[in-house]
Every structure is written in C-alpha cells, then in structure tokens.
C-alpha cells in the first residue's frame, strides 16, 4: 500500500445520498482533526469540518483529537505540540461552538517537562483543553498504509506509566490509538494505571491489508478476546468507529462508488455489536475519525450506519453513546 493516499473528490462521494435517519438526535462527533497543511492527503480545514458536520446530522459539539498539525518549528521539543492546541484554539473560536473540546499531543514520557507541557496547553487551549493523546501505534511489517508513530509502543515504559497517572491526578483524558497486536500491551497498561480514564481509539484497529490480507476471520477471533479483556476495566472507554480507514482492508476508498450505510452496516456490524457488548453503552462513543474514514465514506453515509446498527437499543442506550458518554468524559 503506498505511503499516501489522496482524499477522492466530493463528486465521488456525492455519488451516494441518503436520507438521513433520525435526523433530530443530538450527536457528539468525539473524534476528527484538523489541518491546514496538507498531511498525508489534502489539507481538512474548519470550512471541510461545517461542510460535514451540516450534512444533515444534528452534529452539537465536536472534539479535536491530535494528528501533529501546526507543531511549533522551535523552542523546546516538549512545548512543540502546544503549537497544535494554539491552531485549534483559534479555529474553536471560530466555529460558534462547534469545536467544544481539544485533546493535543504531550510526550507521556517526558518526566519532570510533562507538567509544564500540559500546563502550556491549558494556557493555550481557552478553556477547551482537555487531555493528551500519545499514540503506541506501531507495526514492523512495512506494509501499512497508516504505520503509526513509526516508534516502538511505549505502554509498558514505566516514565510512560507514570506520565499516564500525572494525566489522571490532574485531571486529564488519555485517548490511544494503537494496532490490534498491541491490544494486550495496552490492557496491562489500563490495568497499571486505574486511576487515569483512558479512550481506546478506533476499537483497537484491527487490520487486513498487506501482511493481515486475508487474515480477517483470525484476527477478529483474537481482537474479540481482547476487546473483551480491555472491557473489564472500568477506566477504559471506547470510541466506535475509525474502521473505514484503508488499513482496516475493507476495499471501500478503490472502489467506483463509496459504500452505502447498509453496506456499512453489513461489514462492520460485527465490530460494534461486540464493543457495545462488551463495555456497555455507558462507555461508548460513536466517532466520526474523519478526514481519515472520509478517504473511503461520506459523513452523512457514515452516521446512517451508525444509526441503523442501534435502532434497536432504548432511547437511554442510543443517547448515551451519541452524546452522553462524550459529553460526560470530556466534560462538554
């Protein structure tokens, strides 16, 4: 898979509408970014986010989530990351209360600098700031698109630990994002710091492109068994969603015509069935993870689909992981 892939026009995606459904419920979308420079593919600026958001979905509050926009070019390395909470900050500013939560970058193993750090993103962040994301995304095969920090996972480093407690005893979130293989490197991480909540991104991504073609049955059998392990952790919640990125293998971003929600429904039911299962409503959040799912859905397609997959939960349940559980932890 190539190193960089570009977002398909808007013509593409228009190829698939929808009605929306449930067009009045409040949602939290707890997770997509932002950037001016172009990362990766194309650049995902404010006017992209209202584009979405204002699809038809009844989108309340939105929360900012780390993808290494807008570092700082100088200064000390551990404040670089506040260059990103400054650029969001101002686009927050902007959006008339869409943007209502950010959470940045902070080096968890930076010791004795970690608090200045976050202390500098408080400054920053104008009341929005709520917490850190280190991803311990990392694969050694060479054969993904998204390859993550390109570092060795850092769960089990006890600086690492003890920067995920700083974050809890002040009050911080800590979102990860990590492979299906490292699952359970972060579940003993969960288990050694009880006291921090921490967000489990993108259902702990389980793959099937290059070296996991055609090894989706085996690895769901493995991501089930651990999903279900993280879930006995209380301090863990998960965010549902991210799977439509072009390592998850389902094929959708190659195709003529981008998927519908049924479609949607179809692959991926399995994946949100046994979360929500597992962790309960009470500590689960739908996310949009876009622009990155936007390479293969549109926003609108998307939230149909996530719709369609609880309709039968009760008001209570489809509430709570819409907009509660992300209102609650990001203190919205």
């Not at 008339?96 to 500098?120: C, D, K, P, R, Y």
């Not at 929500?276 to 622009?291: A, V």
């Amino acid at each position: 898979m190539p190193d960089t892939l570009t977002l398909r026009p808007d013509t593409w995606l228009s190829l698939v509408q929808e009605e929306i459904v449930d067009p009045a419920r409040p949602i939290i979308d707890p997770h997509h970014h932002l950037w001016e420079q172009p990362l990766r593919f194309g650049a995902y600026a404010l006017a992209d986010l209202r584009a979405d958001t204002t699809s038809g979905h009844n989108i309340a509050k939105t929360v900012f989530i780390d993808c290494g926009a807008s570092y700082r070019q100088d200064g000390p390395e551990h404040l670089r990351p506040v260059g990103e909470t400054e650029f969001v900050a101002r686009a927050a500013g902007q959006s008339e209360g869409l943007i209502a939560g950010i959470v940045s970058h902070a080096n968890l193993l930076a010791g004795e600098a970690l608090e200045e750090a976050l202390a500098a993103h408080e400054a920053a962040g104008n009341g929005l700031f709520r917490g850190i994301r280190h991803a311990g995304a990392y694969d050694a095969t060479g054969t993904l698109w998204n390859r993550g920090r390109g570092e060795p996972c850092p769960y089990g480093d006890a600086s690492f630990r003890a920067g995920a407690r700083t974050l809890g005893r002040l009050g911080y979130t800590y979102d990860t994002w990590h492979f299906f293989h490292q699952n359970k490197e972060f579940l003993a991480l969960a288990r050694a710091v009880p006291e921090t909540t921490m967000i489990l991104d993108h259902f702990g991504t389980p793959l099937g492109v290059g070296a996991y073609a055609g090894k989706q049955e085996e690895i769901f059998t493995q991501w089930r068994e651990d999903i279900a392990a993280i879930a006995e952790c209380p301090n863990v919640v998960a965010k549902l969603g991210g799977l439509a990125m072009p390592d998850n293998g389902f094929g959708w971003h190659e195709r003529e015509r981008p998927p519908t929600s049924d479609e949607f429904v179809a692959a991926q039911k399995r994946y949100y069935l046994h979360a929500i299962e597992c962790f309960g409503p009470e500590r689960c959040m739908f996310e949009s993870n876009f622009p990155v799912d936007k390479l293969s859905i549109s926003y609108h397609v998307m939230w149909n689909g996530m719709k369609k997959l609880v309709a039968d939960f009760s008001e209570d349940e489809q509430h709570a992981m819409f907009h509660g559980v992300a209102e609650r932890v990001y203190r919205l």
